[in-house]
């Protein structure tokens, strides 16, 4: 029954995700549809030389658009600022076992959820993938504790007391699930998942993780296929569709074209990289003081993006008549006296979505090189500058648009060059490069390599041209590692927050434990005086505390052998129960005491200052031994940190104590320590930096 | 450059299992086409009244299966037992750290592939599939090494010196990129190599085998197309094609009979488990005591096999005139008086591919119920038997093939009781219940879940029905595992390979390491007289061996505080490059021993029976100091098993020093001893077993 009851909450992260997905993609559908059509009317109607009213769109379209950024940037900056950005590099930090307080919470998840769909309608470069790994996840998290807190308390609605690795499982499975509902490539999800997230490979996880996700792709193509009217005709696998290649075919010798491109995908990606670098260093030390700036900034950005995209579509008057692939799409005649319609303007009415999959499907004569090639100088520096504002938003949208956008001016460059290689059409040709062109742009940038190849596999449903996807996003990925790390590396790296990669930092062989323990050591006897055990916990922050036995042959009361490990939280909830009595007296509590009081208590919640002692309590003893992890890892002194490492990740521990010749607790290691050491690679050189992690 | 050539590695690896696998299914094409068209030409002639001379179909037919499955036994019985059956258990088990000498020879390769070519001409109920798997391993071995063993031994090709880890990341590539090509499926290949075999999820590596496998996906597509005549237009991805399902819908009210068939999938694949088990404890105890016997036994098999193909045929009159999906199916007349052809023969004038492939596509009405219960009757046990003879065989295709027959029985029976709630075309309908039965199937049969979803999915290219092949897999592991472990699994278990499971064995929690630690162990000092090691070394076969401090307070010269520990392979090298001197000296050779010495040498060449001392350099002293690993692994004395158990699987050991409060060694633990408890499943109890591993 418990094994049921365990894939039930599995099916419903599944489903739960699916529901927030499908919600999502349809109230960003209705309202950018109304959107859209009422600017278009605006300029269709002012562009005719009868009326010079083209002042009128340009108002109306910067006031929608910085009114929904207000409003979007506000929810994010006063509700839950860590609902800012794509959310998967905490989502990767929380998995990777950093604790990041908030982060499940309900008002993330609407600010989440909200977010991203006014940010999206806000007509920001940003798009709505990202946020839901992070809102799975949170869906995970509540379904999961069957509890979601909100500000400081908790909304209980069964409460069911999972540990945090349980909570951390689960989390995993609503990551993944919330990809898969984004894309419909439920096997890409769930390596996203592992990739970014799990250290240790465990089958009987993953294969619960790939079922929700299988359940959340399967509901949310039901769900958007039904909004359709056609629930049985499932042909809405994920938000994105860009699956609708059929019978890619290319030749041998278009190869090397494709690995040209994926060398400039990486280039492209890693200046992303480090432009949006700078701006996040410059945001946190000037902009982000004040929340009224972050909000500022946001509309800002926002109306930008409406002017740019005006006073491109009036200056380029590129006009065409080829029918765009996409029927939906709206386009202006702006500009065109009547013969075709503004080309540029079918890349801007729309969400970033739309001109993505405009930009893979729309004939070779289309875009004209010059459109195309102000089209991406701009997008690409609207992208860099949305990404970090304080707003929901996404970047595995505005990556793919910006490569496919250069991809094709590749395409049509290789149509000029060799017009009669071309394979099959030359629609299709183009869309080809823009979607090497993609994905080589995000590779450039992620450089999550093995999950985003399934996934634009999945999405483009060809395993035949998934060699040339993979080679792009390999490439691209080499080049760009040779310059900066990636994105969400860099974004975790400026947030300081200790995540321990895949490998040992490299050049760290000769460093030793003795180099990076925290020491000294502050430790407890078995059996210890209430008062002095409080007063260590008031003047130390640290976590576990080592149990000695104390040399009956010593003086000191701190020197003697290790006997376990007692962590700071199990000694807080012990505290606040009152288990201690007076000494050589068995606490008239112990007994009572079971796991589930130190599962029900959340480790944020307890303090040792909310904790109130009477004096003669603290005259009382506190007896360790029931309680206590009586067989903790340990290491010697000389251990090396690569070994010291791959006994954390492998095991995914948070303690280690280092002990003497003697077995006596001598130091301890825990995961800020090993953060310290990070390896950094600027131009192709490696350095090591020691870094100062924050007390968070 | 390094990098470089590692990736090159991996392409070359590619290559060659796409090389491998493309010749593999020519050949048998080929040849099982000229077989079965010389029998279709007797059994049409002599079925006619005119002449009455069945006998002489059925006297080829068995003259050929019996001569070819005689030369496809010996070439296994004699060249390589290893190469037997899939060979996908012992790849796991060497993957999972097991040394398996022999299984990466030469020889095993010829007798895996020339094998597998001539058990499937030879009749038998087999597929090529699973020894992919293994023959990729051995050619991702061999490339990696630049040198293959052959017999004793080796062929050297450029002889790249690395060490056994890395080879086993080679060969891990090497088994996915065999599936890879067997299924066209890389994304499942990859996961199929990272199920069965990983412990620790590293991203680099499986980035590395997901290469390997694509690259041998596509080359495979490639050689194929190219075979046929067109090399550009990429048809062929894999060698099993089953993914010709367009647009697969199903009906949510369909769910309950998929589930439903999961449970039979489950109950028919734990039946063929146990019927093979106790068959193969038969052929241990009995039959396989001499190689004349097993190469006759197959042979036998192979002749049983015509002979009840051609009973069948010849008794079961279902004559049909529905045109059979694959136009390069056989079949005969026989019996249908020049009205339609024999059903049953449709089936059995092919290979089991071919089978498989004509149960999910023909048409409904291609066979009658009595057929088809007749046929799944006959394989199943045919089936049963054919696994485990002494051949290169694998049992995805017969599973497969069995699942396909009774799925398509019971399309035919829902198709029956529910005529009006047929949803597409009949024909697809039976198909579509054929691929769920062949699913469940195999998944009752080998119960690795994930990897199969996805090689499943990748086959048919439909992701939405992706979730009914998920559930039935599921659902057929649930109900197999509540009988027996998986085929796979039994195998290791039978052949007594101390393989560790993914999780330590339940109802173990109060299991310490003093109940299965090997003591006492044997120590030696940091610097030993050469005599002593030698004489310890002839009387012992530990592996590992402490190196200790010894305590000056103590006469004992076996006590001491542990400094480090030596494996015996690196003793042995030092003993036989000479690498000791007179006591107070230092050797000459000590620095011209380099890591190269260690690689250079096969740890299974060495022994210490060929290593020829004198009498004056067993008085010499030997210095262990500069060669020990001096941070060994440690665990103390009431560690429980499912600690000491996680840190072998995530930290991969071999050997764990056991430690006293005073840090003196008191006991090593081995994979052995790890493996000596199993918990097993009987009938839905929980048992323990303790099995006395062998020594291999």
Same mark, same amino acid.
């Given at each position: 029954?418990?094994?049921?009851?365990?894939?039930?909450?599995?099916?419903?992260?599944?489903?739960?995700?699916?529901?927030?997905?499908?919600?999502?993609?349809?109230?960003?559908?209705?309202?950018?549809?109304?959107?859209?059509?009422?600017?278009?009317?605006?300029?269709?109607?002012?562009?005719?030389?009868?009326?010079?009213?083209?002042?009128?769109?340009?108002?109306?379209?910067?006031?929608?658009?910085?009114?929904?950024?207000?409003?979007?940037?506000?929810?994010?900056?006063?509700?839950?600022?860590?609902?800012?950005?794509?959310?998967?590099?905490?989502?990767?930090?929380?998995?990777?076992?950093?604790?990041?307080?908030?982060?499940?919470?309900?008002?993330?998840?609407?600010?989440?959820?909200?977010?991203?769909?006014?940010?999206?309608?806000?007509?920001?470069?940003?798009?709505?993938?990202?946020?839901?790994?992070?809102?799975?996840?949170?869906?995970?998290?509540?379904?999961?504790?069957?509890?979601?807190?909100?500000?400081?308390?908790?909304?209980?609605?069964?409460?069911?007391?999972?540990?945090?690795?349980?909570?951390?499982?689960? &989390?995993? %499975?609503?990551?993944? !699930? @919330? *990809? +898969? #509902?984004?894309?419909?490539?439920?096997?890409?999800? /769930?390596?996203?998942?592992?990739?970014?997230?799990?250290?240790?490979?465990?089958?009987?996880?993953?294969?619960?993780?790939?079922?929700?996700?299988?359940?959340?792709?399967?509901?949310?193509?039901?769900?958007?296929?039904?909004?359709?009217?056609?629930?049985?005709?499932?042909?809405?696998?994920?938000?994105?569709?860009?699956?609708?290649?059929?019978?890619?075919?290319?030749?041998?010798?278009?190869?090397?074209?494709?690995?040209?491109?994926?060398?400039?995908?990486?280039?492209?990606?890693?200046?992303?990289?480090?432009?949006?670098?700078?701006?996040?260093?410059?945001?946190?030390?000037?902009?982000?003081?004040?929340?009224?700036?972050?909000? &500022?900034? %946001?509309?800002?950005? !926002? @109306? *930008? +993006? #409406?002017?740019?995209?005006?006073?491109?579509?009036? /200056?380029?008057?590129?006009?065409?008549?080829?029918?765009?692939?996409?029927?939906?799409?709206?386009?202006?005649?702006?500009?065109?006296?009547?013969?075709?319609?503004?080309?540029?303007?079918?890349?801007?009415?729309?969400?970033?979505?739309?001109?993505?999959?405009?930009?893979?499907?729309?004939?070779?004569?289309?875009?004209?090189?010059?459109?195309?090639?102000?089209?991406?100088?701009?997008?690409?520096?609207?992208?860099?500058?949305?990404?970090?504002?304080?707003?929901?938003?996404?970047?595995?949208?505005?990556?793919?648009?910006?490569?496919?956008?250069?991809?094709?001016?590749?395409?049509?460059?290789?149509?000029?060059?060799?017009?009669?290689?071309?394979?099959?059409?030359?629609?299709?040709?183009?869309?080809?490069?823009?979607?090497?062109?993609?994905?080589?742009?995000?590779?450039?940038?992620?450089?999550?390599?093995?999950?985003?190849?399934?996934?634009?596999?999945?999405?483009?449903?060809?395993?035949?041209?998934?060699?040339?996807?993979?080679?792009?996003?390999?490439?691209?990925?080499?080049?760009?590692?040779?310059?900066?790390?990636?994105?969400?590396?860099?974004?975790?790296?400026?947030?300081?927050?200790?995540?321990?990669?895949?490998?040992?930092?490299?050049?760290?062989?000769?460093?030793?434990?003795?180099?990076?323990?925290?020491?000294?050591?502050?430790?407890?006897?078995?059996?210890?005086?209430?008062?002095?055990?409080?007063?260590?916990?008031?003047?130390?922050?640290?976590?576990?505390?080592?149990?000695?036995?104390?040399?009956?042959?010593?003086?000191?009361?701190?020197?003697?052998?290790?006997?376990?490990?007692?962590?700071?939280?199990?000694?807080?909830?012990?505290?606040?129960?009152?288990?201690?009595?007076?000494?050589?007296?068995?606490?008239?509590?112990?007994?009572?005491?079971?796991?589930?009081?130190?599962?029900?208590?959340?480790?944020?919640?307890?303090?040792?200052?909310?904790?109130?002692?009477?004096?003669?309590?603290?005259?009382?003893?506190?007896?360790?031994?029931?309680?206590?992890?009586?067989?903790?890892?340990?290491?010697?002194?000389?251990?090396?940190?690569?070994?010291?490492?791959?006994?954390?990740?492998?095991?995914?521990?948070?303690?280690?104590?280092?002990?003497?010749?003697?077995?006596?607790?001598?130091?301890?290691?825990?995961?800020?320590?090993?953060?310290?050491?990070?390896?950094?690679?600027?131009?192709?050189?490696?350095?090591?930096?020691?870094?100062?992690?924050?007390?968070?």
């Amino acid at each position: 029954m418990l094994m049921l009851s365990n894939w039930l909450v599995y099916f419903a992260i599944g489903i739960g995700t699916a529901l927030m997905a499908a919600g999502v993609q349809i109230i960003v559908e209705l309202i950018a549809h109304q959107k859209f059509s009422l600017l278009k009317t605006y300029l269709d109607k002012c562009s005719t030389d009868k009326e010079n009213c083209l002042y009128q769109p340009i108002l109306i379209w910067m006031s929608i658009n910085v009114g929904i950024t207000l409003l979007a940037s506000a929810l994010v900056t006063y509700l839950q600022p860590m609902a800012a950005g794509s959310g998967i590099p905490l989502i990767k930090s929380y998995l990777n076992g950093v604790r990041i307080p908030g982060l499940l919470s309900l008002q993330a998840f609407v600010a989440k959820c909200v977010g991203v769909v006014l940010s999206i309608l806000g007509g920001l470069a940003c798009g709505k993938e990202g946020p839901m790994a992070h809102s799975g996840g949170i869906i995970a998290a509540g379904i999961g504790k069957g509890r979601i807190p909100w500000f400081k308390k908790y909304i209980d609605l069964y409460g069911l007391f999972r540990t945090d690795h349980n909570i951390r499982d689960l &989390v995993a %499975a609503g990551a993944a !699930s @919330g *990809v +898969s #509902a984004a894309f419909g490539a439920p096997v890409g999800g /769930t390596l996203f998942s592992v990739e970014e997230a799990a250290s240790f490979w465990n089958t009987e996880l993953v294969w619960k993780v790939f079922f929700s996700a299988m359940v959340a792709c399967f509901s949310t193509n039901f769900l958007l296929s039904a909004y359709e009217g056609h629930p049985t005709q499932l042909s809405n696998p994920g938000l994105v569709r860009f699956n609708t290649f059929p019978n890619l075919t290319f030749d041998l010798i278009e190869i090397p074209v494709f690995i040209i491109m994926a060398a400039i995908g990486g280039l492209i990606g890693s200046l992303f990289v480090v432009m949006n670098y700078k701006l996040t260093v410059f945001r946190q030390k000037y902009l982000h003081r004040k929340k009224w700036i972050k909000v &500022v900034e %946001a509309s800002l950005v !926002s @109306g *930008v +993006s #409406a002017l740019a995209a005006f006073v491109l579509m009036f /200056t380029i008057k590129d006009c065409t008549t080829a029918e765009p692939y996409n029927g939906h799409a709206f386009n202006t005649t702006m500009g065109c006296d009547g013969e075709g319609h503004n080309a540029m303007s079918t890349m801007f009415l729309t969400t970033p979505e739309g001109c993505l999959k405009a930009l893979l499907h729309d004939s070779y004569d289309n875009y004209s090189v010059l459109t195309l090639v102000l089209f991406v100088t701009v997008f690409f520096f609207l992208g860099v500058w949305t990404y970090g504002l304080s707003v929901s938003s996404g970047v595995f949208i505005p990556s793919l648009t910006i490569g496919a956008a250069w991809g094709r001016l590749i395409g049509l460059g290789v149509i000029q060059l060799f017009p009669n290689q071309v394979l099959t059409s030359k629609a299709k040709d183009v869309g080809k490069y823009a979607l090497i062109g993609a994905a080589s742009q995000l590779g450039g940038c992620l450089r999550t390599t093995i999950s985003l190849t399934v996934i634009i596999v999945e999405c483009t449903g060809d395993i035949t041209f998934g060699l040339c996807i993979m080679l792009a996003l390999m490439i691209s990925k080499w080049v760009g590692d040779f310059f900066t790390t990636g994105l969400y590396d860099m974004n975790v790296e400026v947030s300081g927050i200790p995540l321990l990669s895949w490998e040992p930092p490299p050049l760290c062989d000769h460093v030793y434990v003795s180099d990076f323990m925290s020491q000294p050591v502050m430790t407890f006897l078995p059996v210890e005086k209430v008062g002095h055990v409080y007063e260590c916990l008031m003047g130390e922050s640290f976590n576990g505390f080592p149990i000695i036995e104390q040399d009956p042959n010593c003086d000191s009361r701190y020197k003697g052998k290790l006997r376990g490990i007692i962590l700071r939280f199990q000694i807080l909830v012990l505290l606040s129960k009152k288990v201690f009595c007076q000494e050589g007296q068995v606490p008239s509590n112990q007994n009572s005491i079971t796991l589930k009081d130190f599962q029900k208590t959340s480790p944020v919640a307890v303090r040792i200052e909310d904790i109130q002692l009477t004096d003669q309590e603290k005259q009382y003893v506190i007896d360790f031994r029931p309680f206590m992890n009586q067989t903790p890892y340990t290491v010697s002194l000389n251990f090396s940190m690569p070994r010291v490492f791959r006994l954390f990740r492998g095991l995914g521990l948070r303690h280690l104590v280092v002990v003497s010749d003697e077995f006596e607790p001598i130091g301890m290691v825990t995961r800020k320590d090993l953060a310290k050491y990070r390896a950094e690679i600027k131009k192709g050189m490696l350095h090591m930096e020691h870094l100062t992690v924050e007390n968070r």
